[in-house]
C-alpha cells in the first residue's frame, strides 16, 4: 500500500512529444501545493497560475470538471484537460 502523502512527480507525453509536469504535495487524495511546468502553449499566460490555485485543496477526484471548466475559454496547444488531469492521476499514484 502506498504512503498517504508526500511529494511527488509526474511525466505525461501529450501529442507529437510535448511534455507535462506535475510536482505536487498531496495529503491523501487532497492537493495542497502543485506546480505545473511542461512544453505546451497556454493562453492566456496566466491561466496556468490560475489553474494551480484553483487546484490547490482539492481532491483528485475533483480535478477532471475543475479542468474542464478552466481550459473552455482558454487557448492552447500540447496539453489539455484530460492530459493535465492524466499527469495529476499519475502525481498522486507516484507520491512517497
Do not use: Q
Not at 4 to 31: H, P
Not at 43 to 51: G, L
Request: charged share 35%.
Amino acid at each position: 500500500m502506498p504512503p498517504m502523502n508526500g511529494i511527488s512527480e509526474g511525466k505525461y507525453r501529450y501529442k507529437a512529444g510535448k511534455l507535462i509536469v506535475v510536482n505536487a504535495t498531496f495529503d491523501c487524495d487532497t492537493i495542497l501545493k502543485i506546480k505545473i511546468t511542461g512544453d505546451f502553449f497556454l493562453h492566456p499566460e496566466e491561466r496556468i497560475e490560475e489553474i494551480e490555485e484553483h487546484l490547490t485543496r482539492k481532491k483528485i477526484g475533483e480535478i477532471e470538471a475543475l479542468l474542464e471548466r478552466d481550459f473552455k475559454d482558454a487557448e492552447y496547444e500540447g496539453i489539455s484537460a484530460e492530459s493535465l488531469a492524466h499527469a495529476i492521476r499519475e502525481a498522486w499514484k507516484r507520491r512517497a
